[in-house]
């Protein structure tokens, strides 16, 4: 999920062939760290999502920050008044890993360019009004020509959210989705089903595909 979810593909992506996983899932990931952060720093984001992330961020730091008082490429106090992502990078993942910048940081970071590369089945999950994540970064014209990939953008979603009903119940709707794709890779693989109690509680869900190439739909997601 999230930030995981675009390590994840990236990581995969880098495998390409070797890598060992059976399939991945990758949900609301940020594709493009350089849109991601731009997009934290637009209208109500900056006093919302980009800050409470940042400060999250700080706090996990404080609790930590014996682990990095002596270091010579981590100022702790260029850290601790960051007000953005972006400035919580630049003092602190910038230095500690030798980049020239937080645009080096982020363009090496970003899965996008290895998304071409991925040999596993792979299901990316994304919504199109997610306000964090920007799903602008995520390479349409690879994901059409991976035979490994299946993408599903849904109009409505935010971040990591999929809530269904007027009083949104215990599971969301990636959920299903999720659950559904991990039963089609074990069929495929002749692996073995548990049946538990779970299966009741999700049903089978039946999603209608449209062609990604099509030139209309790329717009309206872009």
Not at 32 to 47: F, H, I, P, S, W
Not at 58 to 63: G, R, T
Not at 161 to 187: C, D, F, H, M, S
Request: hydrophobic share 35%.
């Amino acid at each position: 999920y999230s930030y995981g979810a675009g390590t994840l593909t990236k990581y995969i992506g880098e495998q390409m062939d070797r890598c060992s996983l059976t399939a991945a899932i990758s949900c609301c990931a940020s594709y493009d760290y350089v849109l991601t952060a731009n997009k934290l720093e637009k209208g109500l984001n900056t006093r919302t999502y980009n800050k409470q992330l940042t400060q999250t961020l700080i706090s996990y730091l404080k609790s930590h920050e014996n682990q990095f008082k002596d270091s010579t490429h981590l100022n702790l106090r260029d850290a601790y008044k960051a007000r953005t992502m972006r400035q919580y990078d630049t003092a602190t993942a910038v230095p500690l890993f030798g980049y020239d910048d937080v645009i080096d940081y982020y363009k090496e970071g970003s899965s996008a360019q290895w998304i071409q590369h991925i040999r596993i089945p792979t299901l990316l999950l994304s919504a199109l009004d997610d306000p964090i994540c920007c799903i602008k970064g995520l390479p349409l014209s690879s994901v059409c020509e991976n035979e490994y990939i299946i993408a599903v953008l849904t109009k409505e979603g935010g971040h990591v959210g999929w809530l269904q009903g007027w009083w949104p119940a215990k599971y969301t709707w990636e959920n299903t989705v999720i659950i559904e794709y991990i039963r089609a890779i074990l069929k495929e693989r002749n692996y073995v089903w548990h049946e538990d109690d779970t299966n009741d509680e999700y049903e089978q869900l039946s999603i209608e595909f449209t062609n990604l190439e099509d030139e209309s739909l790329e717009e309206s997601y872009l």
